[in-house]
T-cell receptor, first 114, second 113 residues
Framework: GQNIDQPTEMTATEGAIVQINCTYQ??????LFWYQQHAGEAPTFLSY????GLEEKGRFSSFLSRSKGYSYLLLKELQMKDSASYLC???????????????FGRGTSLIVHP | DADVTQTPRNRITKTGKRIMLECSQT?????MYWYRQDPGLGLRLIYY???????NKGEISDGYSVSRQAQAKFSLSLESAIPNQTALYFC????????????FGAGSRLTVL
C-alpha cells in the first residue's frame, strides 16, 4: 500500500511565500503530481515531477527528492485566490492501475488572509 | 463547453434507490476514471477504464458498477444506494503519453438519505 502525508491545513498572508510539504512511502515510484482544488470545484493540474529537482512554473514551483520520499509545492507572492486545497498524488507502478494512475493524499487546505 | 461533463451535478435520493451518474468527455482520450471525495479522506479511485472494452476496479469498488458506452462516455451506477455513499463524485480522463495528467469534471454531489 501507499502512505502519502501532507499537513491538513496551513494559513499564510497575502504577498508571502508558503511551502506545502508532501511525504510518501511507496514500493515503487513513477511520478508525483500537485493539483489545486477550490472549494466545490474540480481539481486542476499544477505540476508534475518524475526526476529529482525543482520545477518552476510562474509563481508556483514543485520540488522532488525521490531518495527521501519528499516533495514540496512552493507558492510565491500569495494572492487571495490561492486559498484552496492542494493535493499531492503519487504514481506507483505496483499499485492499482500500475504506472498510470496516481494515489492522492488527503490534501492541504491553504487559507490566505489579507 | 467543458472538456469533461458530469450529470447530474447534485442529487438527493433515498436508501435503496438505484442511481446513475453520467460522464462524457470531448478530449478524445481513451482513459476514464471515477473518483469519490469525502471530507478528510481525499480522492479515492472507484473504477477506471483504459479503453471501451477495458473496465477495472479501483480501491473502493464495492457497491458500485460502471459502464463504458463509448470512448467518450463512462457512467457510474449505485445499484442500491446507502447513506455512506453520500459524497462528491468526480469523473476524470487522461491521455496516454507523458505525465498522463488527469482532467476532472465539475463533480456530482450525491446525498443518500
Amino acid at each position: 500500500g501507499q502512505n502519502i502525508d501532507q499537513p491538513t491545513e496551513m494559513t499564510a498572508t497575502e504577498g508571502a511565500i508558503v511551502q506545502i510539504n508532501c511525504t510518501y512511502q511507496t514500493s515503487g515510484f513513477n511520478g508525483l503530481f500537485w493539483y489545486q482544488q477550490h472549494a466545490g470545484e474540480a481539481p486542476t493540474f499544477l505540476s508534475y515531477n518524475v526526476l529529482d529537482g525543482l520545477e518552476e512554473k510562474g509563481r508556483f514551483s514543485s520540488f522532488l527528492s525521490r531518495s527521501k520520499g519528499y516533495s514540496y509545492l512552493l507558492l510565491k507572492e500569495l494572492q487571495m485566490k490561492d486559498s484552496a486545497s492542494y493535493l499531492c498524488a503519487v504514481r506507483d507502478p505496483n499499485e492499482t492501475g500500475g504506472s498510470y494512475i496516481p494515489t492522492f493524499g488527503r490534501g492541504t487546505s491553504l487559507i490566505v488572509h489579507p | 463547453d467543458a472538456d469533461v461533463t458530469q450529470t447530474p451535478r447534485n442529487r438527493i435520493t433515498k436508501t435503496g434507490k438505484r442511481i446513475m451518474l453520467e460522464c462524457s468527455q470531448t478530449k478524445g482520450h481513451d482513459r476514464m476514471y471515477w473518483y469519490r471525495q469525502d471530507p478528510g479522506l481525499g480522492l479515492r479511485l472507484i473504477y477506471y477504464s483504459f479503453d471501451v472494452k477495458d473496465i477495472n476496479k479501483g480501491e473502493i469498488s464495492d457497491g458500485y458498477s460502471v459502464s463504458r458506452q463509448a470512448q467518450a462516455k463512462f457512467s457510474l451506477s449505485l445499484e442500491s444506494a446507502i447513506p455512506n455513499q453520500t459524497a462528491l463524485y468526480f469523473c476524470a480522463t487522461s491521455g496516454t503519453g507523458g505525465a498522463n495528467v488527469l482532467t476532472f469534471g465539475a463533480g456530482s454531489r450525491l446525498t443518500v438519505l
